[in-house]
C-alpha cells in the first residue's frame, strides 16, 4: 500500500488517540501536505522536532494497527464486499430467471450500501 494512503488510513482509525498537538501536527503534514519546515515555522520548533513528531506519531499509529488490526480488517472486509458484488453482477447477467435477477439486484444493492458504508 502506498505510504500516504496507509499513513492516511492509520490516522483516519486511530487519529483521535492522538494527543491534539500530535494530530494537528500529523494532519498538517499528511493531509494537509504541509512539508516539516512549514510545519516547524508553524509550531515554532526545529525541521528536526517537526520531522521526529511526525515519524514518531506514524510509529504509534503503526502500533495500534498492530493490536487491533481496525485497517486490515476494514481492507479485508471491503475487498471480500467487492467479491460478493462482482458475483451477484455475474449472476444477475448470466440469470434468465427473474426472480434471480431480482435477487441479484437486492444482492447489488446491499452490497453497494455496505462498500458506501465503510
Not at 503534514?29 to 528536526?48: F, G, K, P, T, W
Not at 515519524?55 to 488490526?69: F, I, N, P, T, V
Amino acid at each position: 500500500m502506498e505510504r500516504i494512503v496507509r499513513q492516511t488510513m492509520l490516522f483516519d482509525f486511530y487519529g483521535e488517540l492522538l494527543t491534539e498537538h500530535q494530530r494537528s501536527a500529523y494532519e498538517d503534514v499528511v493531509m494537509n501536505d504541509l512539508s516539516y519546515a512549514e510545519l516547524a515555522r508553524l509550531q515554532n520548533i526545529s525541521r528536526q522536532a517537526a520531522y521526529d513528531m511526525i515519524r514518531r506519531c506514524d510509529k504509534q499509529l503503526e502500533e495500534y494497527e498492530e493490536k487491533l488490526h481496525l485497517v486490515e480488517r476494514f481492507l479485508r472486509i471491503r475487498e471480500q464486499m467487492k467479491e460478493i458484488e462482482a458475483t451477484a453482477k455475474e449472476l444477475q447477467e448470466a440469470s434468465a430467471d427473474p426472480k434471480v435477477r431480482e435477487s441479484a439486484e437486492s444482492i447489488l444493492q446491499t452490497t453497494d450500501s455496505i462498500i458506501n458504508e465503510l
